[in-house]
């Protein structure tokens, strides 16, 4: 069974740092592009950013209200994908998914997890 | 950045009715729209993707269409459990976006 299960929520205070965790099973892990998105509370869905293959030299992009602040990795040999979060803010406070985009990269997000809860308060 | 403009923002609609929903991009994203459905407490499900494609397991009355910065998602006979929110994605341009979202509802 294809599944990604996400990790490392929680309750952090703003400026502070985070990291969230996304293991993979059931598919080819090191051969596929993996993005996270979030959704805060009661709002719509926000792309974050995406970590290409190591074909792609695992390059990466993000929306431009984390740039600078979150930075994507990913461990292939453990199947695994990483969001690291600093200089939180309460506004990235929101349910945070890891996604698998369909082979092809422009073709849409086909598995999700089923999210982790960040919260930034004081 | 593109911007995604869903319409409705809400829709109300009954059992065994046709709906449609229009995605609008503020700049051209070709065919590389997606489409997808969420219910309350889960992650979103793929529904179509290159604008048109129906992903794999979903219903054939999803019917997706557009290219450019107009895009539609056609539901051709409401099921109960087709009441749900349903988001468009653009994957042309970094970043990619989201639409807002249109709550479909009893």
């Known amino acids: 069974e294809v599944q990604l299960v996400e990790s490392g929520g929680g309750l952090v205070q703003p400026g502070g740092s985070l990291t969230l965790s996304c293991a993979a099973s059931?598919?080819?892990?090191?051969?596929?592009?993996m993005d996270w998105v979030r959704q805060g509370p009661g709002q719509g869905l926000e792309w974050v950013g995406r970590i290409r293959d190591k074909a792609n030299s695992y390059t990466t992009e993000y929306a431009a209200s984390v740039r600078g602040r979150f930075t994507i990795s990913r461990d292939d040999s453990k199947s695994s994908v990483y969001l690291h979060m600093n200089s939180l803010r309460t506004d990235d406070t929101a349910v945070y998914f890891c996604?698998?985009?369909?082979?092809?990269?422009?073709?849409?997000?086909?598995?999700w997890g089923q999210g982790t809860t960040v919260t930034v308060s004081s | 950045d593109i911007q995604l403009t869903q319409s409705p923002s809400f829709l109300s609609a009954s059992v065994g009715d046709r709906v449609t929903i229009t995605c609008r991009a503020s700049?051209?994203?070709?065919?590389?729209l997606a489409w997808y459905q969420q219910k309350p407490g889960n992650a979103p499900n793929l529904l179509i993707y290159v604008a048109s494609t129906l992903q794999s397991g979903v219903p054939s009355r999803f019917t997706g269409s557009g290219s450019g910065t107009e895009f539609t998602l056609t539901i051709s006979s409401l099921q109960p459990e087709d009441f749900a929110t349903y988001y468009c994605?653009?994957?042309?341009?970094?970043?990619?976006?989201f639409g807002q979202g249109t709550n479909l509802e009893i």
């Open positions: 994605q653009q994957l042309n341009t970094y970043p990619y976006t």
């Open positions: 059931g598919f080819t892990f090191r051969d596929h592009y």
């Open positions: 700049q051209g994203v070709n065919s590389y």
């Open positions: 996604t698998r985009p369909k082979t092809g990269a422009t073709r849409g997000l086909d598995v």
